[in-house]
C-alpha cells in the first residue's frame, strides 16, 4: 500500500462532512443496486486486485454483510428488490442452523445481519425464530469456568492441531456477536442470553484490553479449568502488537453492549479504546492493519478497520453525556469516513463491485489490499450513523 498516500492531513475537504457523507451513501446505493443482478444469491468473500469479487463457497463466516447491506438499503429506500434480494438468502443461513460444523461465534455476524434484519423490518416469524435459533447455538459456545464465548470449533475429534487452536480461546472479534444474545434475552425475557453475554463482555475488558488501552487480538484459556493463560494473536502481526481491525471490533462491540446494557463500565471501556485508537491513528487517513512500531512489519493500511471504528465511534459518541466527548469521537469519526473516501472509495470506479478497496483481510496469510464484504458494510453503518440514522440491526 506504499502508492497511496495516507495522510489525513493531505485531504482537501471542500463540502461539508454531512454532504460528503449522503453523497457517498447514495453512491454506495447506486452500486448496490448495479449489482444485485450481478451477484445474485452469491456471498461476496473478498475482492481480486481488478475489484470485481471472489465469492464464499459454502457458509463462512461473512455471509451475512451483503444480506446487512441489503437490509439498509432497504430501510433508506423502501425498494422491494432490495428485501427480495435479501430473503432470498435464507436457505444459506438454514444450512448454518442445521450443520454444527458450520457453526462458530461468528453465528451474531451472520444472523443479526440476515435473520433479526429481517424480522425487524418485515416481522417474518420464521425469521425470528431462525435469529433465536442461532443466539441458541452461540449460548452452547459459552465456557463457563473461564467466563468467554469461545471463538472457533474443533471440526473433529481427529484434528488435534485444530482442538489445540479452537478449545480454549477468545477473541476480540466476538464482542460484534453479543448483540444477537441481548437481542433474543429482549425477544423471549430469557436472562441466559443477556447473563452470557455480560459475563463475555466483562471478562473481554478484562483480559483482551491491556493496561494501555491498546488490545490483544485472543487470548487464550486452560480449556479444562478456565485458568487464564496468555494473550496471541491470530490476524495482527505479533502476540503483543495491537491489529487495527480488532481494536475497532473492541470499541464498536462495548459500545453496543453499553446501549443494550447501560453499564456504565462498557461506555467507560469503548471510551479508553477509542482513545488510545485516536494516538494510534495519528494523522493516518485510514488505519494500517497492525500498530506496531517495527520496521519488519508489511505496509498495509484496512480500510475494513477504518470502517469499524468509524461506526463504533459514531455509536459511543451518541452515548455519552458530555458535550465535549460526544464532540471529540464524532469528529474522530468524520476524519476516518472522510479518509475512507478520500483513499479508498471505489463506488465512482467504473468496474468496481464493492464501495472499498484496501481492505486487509489477513495480512500474514496474504490477503490485503483487497475489497471486503465487511469493509461495505460498515461504511454503509458508519455513512448512515454520520447521517443520524440509528435504527440497526445490532
Ligand atoms: N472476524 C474475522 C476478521 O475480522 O477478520
Known sequence: MNKVANSYFAQEQAASPSKRHQEALERCIARLA????????????????????????????????????????????????????????????????????????????????????????????????????????????????????????????????????????????????????????????????????????????????????????????????????????????ADGSCWSRGQAWLIHGFAQCHAYTRNAAFLAIASRLAARAET??????????????????????????????AAGLYLLAGQCADPADRLRWRAFADRLLDGLIATCDLTATEGAQGFLAHGAAHVPAGRHDAMLPYGDYYFMEALMRSLGHNSFFW
Open 34 to 237: 448495479e449489482q444485485m443482478p450481478v451477484i445474485g444469491l452469491r456471498n461476496p468473500k473478498i475482492g481480486t486486485a481488478q475489484n470485481r469479487w471472489i465469492y464464499c463457497d459454502g457458509p463462512d463466516w461473512v455471509m451475512g454483510f451483503l444480506s446487512g447491506t441489503l437490509w439498509l438499503a432497504y430501510q433508506l429506500t423502501g425498494r422491494s428488490d432490495f428485501a427480495r434480494a435479501a430473503t432470498a438468502r435464507r436457505p444459506g443461513f438454514r444450512m448454518v442452523l442445521e450443520n454444527r460444523r458450520y457453526r462458530d461465534h461468528d453465528l451474531g455476524f451472520q444472523f443479526s445481519l440476515s435473520s433479526v434484519a429481517e424480522w425487524q423490518m418485515t416481522g417474518d416469524r420464521e425469521a425470528r425464530r431462525m435469529g433465536l435459533a442461532a443466539a441458541d447455538a452461540l449460548l452452547g459456545r459459552f465456557r463457563p469456568e473461564g467466563g468467554y464465548i469461545q471463538a472457533w470449533t474443533a471440526r473433529g475429534p481427529d484434528d488435534r492441531a485444530q482442538a489445540r487452536f479452537a478449545n480454549g480461546r477468545m477473541i476480540a472479534d466476538t464482542m460484534q456477536n453479543l448483540a444477537l444474545l441481548y437481542w433474543a434475552n429482549r425477544q423471549t425475557g430469557i436472562d441466559d442470553y443477556r447473563d452470557v453475554a455480560d459475563i463475555h463482555a466483562e471478562t473481554a475488558a478484562r483480559l483482551l484490553v491491556r493496561d494501555d488501552d491498546t488490545s490483544f487480538h485472543t487470548f487464550l484459556f486452560d480449556p479444562a479449568d478456565g485458568t487464564p493463560l496468555r494473550g496471541e494473536t491470530h490476524q495482527g502481526f
Open 280 to 309: 494510534l491513528v495519528g494523522s493516518q487517513a485510514v488505519p494500517v492493519w497492525d500498530f506496531a512500531d517495527d520496521p519488519a512489519k508489511p505496509d498495509h493500511i484496512d480500510s475494513s478497520a477504518g470502517a469499524v471504528m
